[in-house]
């Protein structure tokens, strides 16, 4: 369930929070102070001018984007604040190689390079990303976080485990040194009602202590019958100058999702004859009564103490406590008759979820002097834990009409039958702890002023418990199991410069990711283990605040886990399926992308991936993955400095899953004869539109459109849940909203 070390080992890599600034070097730029007579929106060009501070996602090391041997991309605040993206997923679904599908109206898989992103951070600190049933992930609103950074490729430069998919970093929004904030309404299609407010400076005269607060509520429907969302969001943080050498900063989030009439699963794909579904984008296979209640709580800390003029010590500290409540209801995939009957027992899940997880990171990061130049080296450890208990109920009394061996007429579906008793479970259905430790150390050396290396090494220490229970008595042997792993983990990179603002580079990480799936047997699976290999060229044409970049990779697995094609689904302890393991996996492609401001008044960020996956007989896997994924954001200020047009196209080729699909030819008792085959998506491509207007110097008319042309399409197709299912894109939605800054 948890990809284990991919999740810490990447902690090498990302700095906890942006003041790793301080330890980068004498000639970081600096950051600009607002004035008070600045209009705050332009203010976020300056104050939040990522395209000038050095990413925290890829080293630990003081790296512009331009020295980072591997693919690196930052969404701002003022390109989350153009497209009005509210959420983690929006801000991804804009951020280049990254494909986003859906597993129902709750459940949101992001992947890279053909391979599921796990690996997420906050400030740098790891969490956990998973998505099932028991799901409560670090992804929600985007209202307290400043900028996002996501580096492609295996676990990092300074790690080298984990998935070779991508790393996602969420920073917070910090304290800001003079007071500003900003309030906003926003309304539009599906019912949609937002309200957002943010609010900060210094809470002593000699601004040492500082205060920000950020409060967000989201009220909405959903193109999908049925389901009503309120979102509750806070956030606060305090920072502490303690003496000019010692930085404090601790603070605190909660996020509240409560989902009514919650899908849980997607859109049958064929009929019992072989031909197509032609469901609307609006279906559901759920009720009314369904429910996804699902809230964390975070509370996190740093403290960094100056040791000299050359050495920084930082320890880090996140601790997360969820808890999900689900009363869930789904049709089946499968084959339904054309006239909507034919489809068998539905899906149910009622339970509670506990997560708790606790990470702590420390690390020191300097400069040393060796053959007359200076060198970095950082050097550090962390621990992750994390507990988590399913405690699933079960049936009492059922309402009249309730379906329990065969799902009623779903053309149209108009579920009529009440909710069940459901009696609440006071012993665990499964249990699973996960420790994880591990040390570092990496260096840059500096051979010429053109030339960087970057070597170093991880030691990871990895633990995986898991203990299934049956009517509250723990399972024998060969049911529970323990995993432990210890693993040595190399990495390097180097970087040479052609000229000031042309460089190459190329990058080693060995990918070691322990799996805690099993196979038909119940046996745990092996880890996966391999290597990924990058290269590639980065420019800085225009200076600093516009990058062109492009990049070659190649993956080599063996242990990959996949799911076995000829389990029965759900068929293990626990309600999980079956996995195999594939072996001489191989992975390849190539990226390209612009971002920044090649003009002033003008952004543009665009990408062009290409990523392909074989077995060792040449099979494409994970065809649910495009093969080439193209994108372009761009936003214009006009002459006078008041409105600002913009939009994006997302396109993507043509992605599919294999399975048994009915043949046409139906046995002497009327069932379907199934034979193997594919069911697809075809290539597409959504368009977005932008226009902002500065009613005042301090208040801001926005109107974002997302699919302008209203494409009809699935963001995923896969075989689960009984067959081929899909789940449909959002169609055409407009947002209209007004800011005011002060």
Known sequence: MVGGSSLWTIALVLSAAPTMERAATD????????????????????????????????????????????????VDRQRIEDFNLTSVTEVLGQTPG??????????????????????????????????????????????????????????????GVGDPSATVNLIRKRAPAEFRGYFSMQGGSFSTYRLEADVGGP?????????????????????????????????????????PHTRLRVGADYLRTDSRGAGWGSVPLLYTDGTKTDFPRSFTGTTRWTQWLRETTTVFGAVEQDIGSNWLLRVSYNGRRGDNDSTL??????????????????????????????????????????????????AGMNHFERDFVVNRSRYGALPPGYPMTATPDIDP????????????????????????????????????????????????????????????????????????????????????????????????????????????????????????????????????????????????????TITDPNAVPNSLPGNLTPSLSVSGVKTWGGEAEVAGEPLPGWTINGSYTYARSEDRTGLRINPFFPLHLGRIYTTYRLPGDRLTIGGGVTAQSRIFDRGNVPSGRFTAAGAPILVAGEVEQGGYATVDALARYKLTDRAILSVNVTNLFDQTYYRNVRFAFGGPGGFYGEPRRVIGSIRVNF
């Open 27 to 74: 000639d970081a730029p600096a950051m600009a102070a607002p004035t008070p007579d600045e209009d705050p929106q332009d203010q976020a060009i300056v104050v939040t001018g990522e395209k000038d501070v050095r990413p925290t996602t890829s080293t630990r090391l003081p790296l512009t984007l331009k020295e980072t041997p591997q693919s690196v991309t930052v």
């Open 329 to 378: 209801f789904n049709i089946p995939n499968g084959f339904p008759n054309r006239d909507g009957t034919g489809l068998g027992a539905p899906f149910s899940f009622y339970g509670e979820v506990d997560q708790n997880e606790d990470a702590v990171d420390a690390y020191v990061a300097g400069k040393v002097k060796l053959f007359g130049r200076e060198h970095e080296v950082v």
């Open 413 to 560: 579906w108009n579920p009529t039958f009440g909710r069940p008793e459901i009696i609440r479970s006071t012993v665990p259905d499964f249990t699973q702890d996960l420790r994880q430790t591990g040390g570092y150390g990496v260096v840059r050396l500096n051979p010429a002023d053109w030339l960087k290396v970057i070597a170093g090494v991880r030691y990871t220490d990895y633990r995986a418990d898991r203990d299934n229970y049956l009517d509250g008595v723990l399972q024998p042997d060969g049911v529970s199991n323990v995993q432990h792993e210890k693993k040595w983990a190399p990495y390097g990179g180097i970087v040479a410069d052609l000229t000031p603002a042309i460089s190459l580079y190329a990058s080693y990480a060995s990918v070691f990711t322990p799996v805690s799936a099993r196979n038909a047997n119940n046996d745990i699976l092996p880890p996966t283990t391999g290597a990924n290999y990058e290269a590639g060229i980065k420019a800085t044409p225009f200076g600093e605040g516009f990058t062109v970049s492009a990049a070659g990779f190649h993956i080599r697995q063996d242990n990959l």
């Open 98 to 159: 990254v494909t986003i599908s859906s597993t129902d109206s709750n459940r949101t898989n992001f992947n890279v390079r053909g391979f599921a992103v796990r690996n997420f951070q906050l400030d740098g600190v790891p969490t956990i990303y998973q998505v099932s049933g028991y799901e409560n992930s670090a992804v929600g609103d985007i209202a307290i976080y400043d900028r996002v950074e996501v580096i492609r490729g295996a676990a990092g430069l300074v790690t």
């Open 203 to 243: 809470v002593t005269e000699d601004g040492s202590v500082r205060a920000r607060i950020v409060g967000a509520y989201t009220d909405r429907e959903s193109y999908i019958d049925l389901q009503h969302e309120r979102v509750p969001v806070l956030y606060g943080t305090l920072e502490w100058d303690v003496t």
